[in-house]
Every structure is written in structure tokens, then in C-alpha cells.
């Protein structure tokens, strides 16, 4: 079942390995069948080059397999969280790559301080609040989505404005329309981590860009008269 979505969600996982955002096992790609509210998520602890379609594990949103011979990634009960609670986001993106995680762990947000940013991110990359030790003991991966989704509504931030998020001490989740869109993310705010830190070290003033400058860069490509690109 679900063949197409499959073969996007393993090859989501591979473009991962193949952009240096994953090392080992680490890392995890989804994506979500609206129309059946079933969710393919890659397997647990599987090394990336025995990785076939077969290994993708389809879950519904409670958890439980539907098809699949390996356990579900770890992290699947944080995906379902994010999936229940933003219908416009259809797949999902974890990984640990290095310059995003060395923001969520020094729990810094990201400004936008250039054109690249704004190109892809409206807003701050935000960070999530630290988990609680009840939260982290009772139902860890669970309250990972929690805390995420908290930070978006707390901050009145869109998700599909804002398609990346840090989770504090932890490391990036992002997101998007399609597979594609959120592999981009995951790979886009990797190098504009890299960026902002090189950025932070350089300017002597911690301000972000003009705002009109976020608005043209963001709108143009994203918004109600978008002109970048060519058209559809
Ligand atoms: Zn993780």
C-alpha cells in the first residue's frame, strides 16, 4: 500500500545522507495520506545504504502498524503529534545536522540576517521551551510534538510561514507541502545556520535585516502575487 508515498519517504531519508545532514542512523523523514490519515515513517535504527521501500513502515495517527515488518523510528509519536495538530503540513523532516543543532543547543533562535533566509523562512527559526523531567520521563517523544506545537500557537507563527523549528538542547524538525519541500528545508536552514553563526561572530550589532527586505524576498517567492520563478 501507498507505493508512491513510500518511495518519496525513502528517498526523502537517502537525500538526507546524500546533503551531509545525517550521519549513522540519525534522522528521520514522514509524510502523511490525508485521504486515509495513514503516515509512512522510516524504520528504526536501520543503516541508510540497506534501506529499501519495503523497510518504510506505515502507521496510522494512533500508532499503531498498519504494514511493516520493522519498528516505526523512535521519533513517529512526535511526527503524529505535529501531524494531528497542522493539517497543512504533510511531511515531516528530524535530523541532528550540525549548525541547526548547535543553535537549538545553545536555545537560540535564528534571525534572519540576509536574503537566503528570507527567501525560504518569514520569521525567527524559533526554539522550543526545555522539556520538563516529567515530560521527558512519562512520554518523551510524545511532548517533543508538544512543546513544538506550543511554540507555534504561543507565538501566533503559521507553520507553513515558518517551516523549521528548533527543538531546545535537541536538534531542527522541518516541514512541508511535500517530501521534497521538507527535505529543501532541512537543507536550506542547515546552511543558513552555518551562516548566522559566522554572521553573529562578524557583526557587531546582534540585529536582524530590514523588514522590507524579509517582506520582498519572502513575498516574492511565497506570497499572494508571487513573481519568482517561472510560471505554472
Ligand atoms: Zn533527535
Not at 518511495?7 to 550521519?23: F, I, M, R, Y
Amino acid at each position: 500500500m501507498l507505493e508512491n508515498l513510500k518511495k518519496q519517504v525513502l528517498e526523502g531519508n537517502l537525500d538526507l545522507v546524500k546533503h551531509g545532514l545525517v550521519v549513522l542512523t540519525w534522522g528521520n523523514v514522514s509524510a502523511i495520506d490525508r485521504n486515509n490519515n495513514l503516515v509512512v515513517i522510516k524504520p528504526s535504527g536501520v543503516d541508510y545504504k540497506d534501506m529499501k521501500l519495503d523497510d518504510m513502515v506505515v502507521v496510522d495517527l494512533d500508532g499503531n502498524i498498519i504494514e511493516g515488518n520493522l519498528k516505526p523510528s523512535s521519533d513517529t509519536k512526535t511526527h503524529l503529534e505535529i501531524y494531528k495538530a497542522f493539517n497543512e503540513i504533510n511531511s515531516i523532516v528530524h535530523t541532528h545536522s550540525k549548525f541547526a543543532t548547535i543553535f537549538a543547543q545553545s536555545k537560540k533562535e535564528i534571525k534572519p540576517y540576509g536574503t537566503t533566509h528570507a527567501d525560504y523562512f518569514y520569521n525567527n527559526i524559533m526554539v522550543t521551551r526545555e522539556l520538563t523531567n516529567k515530560e521527558i520521563e512519562e512520554d518523551y517523544e510524545l511532548n517533543t510534538g508538544k512543546v513544538i506545537i506550543e511554540k507555534y500557537k504561543s507565538s501566533k507563527v503559521n507553520p507553513t510561514e515558518c517551516k523549521a523549528i528548533l527543538v531546545s538542547e535537541h536538534g531542527p524538525f522541518t516541514f512541508g507541502k511535500d517530501v521534497k519541500e521538507a527535505v529543501e528545508n532541512s537543507i536550506v536552514l542547515e546552511f543558513i545556520s552555518e551562516m548566522a553563526l559566522h554572521t553573529i561572530n562578524l557583526k557587531e550589532n546582534e540585529l536582524p535585516m530590514q523588514k522590507s527586505l524579509i517582506n520582498k524576498h519572502y513575498l516574492r517567492k511565497h506570497g499572494k502575487n508571487a513573481y519568482y520563478g517561472q510560471k505554472k
